[in-house]
């Protein structure tokens, strides 16, 4: 995969990309702020640009405004925002603006390499990647709307599962329930909130989105 990587802190930068060349990965360019990340955008033809929300010169949301301005110009270009704290209107911004290939991740993420090379991965891929304490935060800021009323608690809970990025088979070791168990109410997830019968992997995005009311 072709990487962009916009982060304002050179060791963390250097790391991230020292970090994905070993996984295989392609780093196109590697900048330290918002302006930079337009630029590079429009000539290394990059597959996912991975983001620090808080660049210069203010360190506040310039990397998440860049960001939301690559997806407007670039839609299928998928997005991973690194963050220090959970900024709950930068990420339902962030989410709010496509429905694939999208991610939110805390940087203490990074230090569990397995894990961030996981959902490097899965966002590449135009999947979700959202941090548990990011999901809980929303939803404790955003009430569950009617549709989501009609969810068993077990559906509800293998959504939220989902919201993390976890994979079918993830979900079903975790909630010790077999594979079929789980594609069953991951079916009436779909049904419920009614999303139609295309393609699986984005139906699986906007039942997250949906999930956390953006």
Same mark, same amino acid.
């Given at each position: 995969?072709?990487?962009?990587?916009?982060?304002?802190?050179?060791?963390?930068?250097?790391?991230?990309?020292?970090?994905?060349?070993?996984?295989?990965?392609?780093?196109?360019?590697? #900048?330290?702020?918002?302006?930079?990340?337009?630029?590079?955008?429009?000539?290394?033809?990059?597959?996912?640009?991975?983001?620090?929300?808080?660049?210069? *010169?203010?360190?506040?949301?310039?990397?998440? /405004?860049?960001?939301?301005? #690559?997806?407007?110009?670039?839609?299928?270009?998928?997005?991973?925002?690194?963050?220090?704290?959970?900024?709950?209107?930068?990420?339902?911004?962030?989410?709010?603006?496509?429905?694939? &290939?999208?991610?939110?991740?805390?940087?203490?993420?990074?230090?569990?390499?397995?894990?961030?090379?996981?959902?490097?991965?899965?966002? &590449?891929?135009?999947?979700?990647?959202?941090? *548990?304490? #990011?999901?809980?935060?929303?939803?404790? /800021?955003?009430?569950?709307?009617?549709?989501?009323?009609?969810?068993? *608690?077990?559906?509800?809970?293998?959504? &939220?599962?989902?919201?993390?990025?976890?994979? @079918?088979?993830?979900?079903?070791?975790?909630?010790?329930?077999?594979?079929?168990?789980?594609?069953?109410?991951?079916? @009436?997830?779909?049904?419920?909130? &009614?999303?139609?019968?295309?393609?699986?992997?984005? /139906?699986?995005?906007?039942?997250?989105?949906?999930?956390?009311?953006?």
């Amino acid at each position: 995969m072709r990487i962009l990587i916009a982060e304002d802190l050179v060791l963390l930068r250097e790391g991230l990309a020292a970090l994905l060349t070993d996984a295989g990965h392609e780093i196109v360019g590697a #900048v330290g702020d918002g302006d930079a990340l337009l630029e590079a955008v429009g000539r290394t033809e990059a597959d996912l640009a991975i983001v620090d929300v808080r660049m210069p *010169p203010t360190q506040t949301d310039e990397g998440l /405004r860049a960001a939301l301005e #690559v997806r407007r110009r670039v839609p299928a270009m998928a997005i991973l925002i690194l963050s220090q704290h959970v900024e709950e209107r930068y990420a339902s911004d962030l989410l709010g603006a496509g429905s694939q &290939g999208v991610g939110y991740l805390l940087k203490d993420r990074v230090a569990d390499v397995q894990e961030f090379l996981s959902a490097v991965r899965r966002v &590449g891929a135009g999947g979700t990647a959202i941090d *548990p304490e #990011v999901v809980a935060q929303l939803l404790g /800021r955003r009430r569950r709307t009617d549709v989501l009323e009609d969810l068993t *608690p077990r559906e509800s809970e293998v959504l &939220g599962l989902m919201a993390e990025g976890h994979t @079918n088979a993830a979900i079903a070791e975790r909630l010790v329930v077999t594979h079929g168990a789980v594609e069953k109410h991951v079916r @009436n997830v779909f049904l419920k909130l &009614g999303l139609p019968q295309t393609d699986q992997h984005h /139906r699986r995005v906007l039942a997250v989105l949906t999930y956390l009311g953006v």
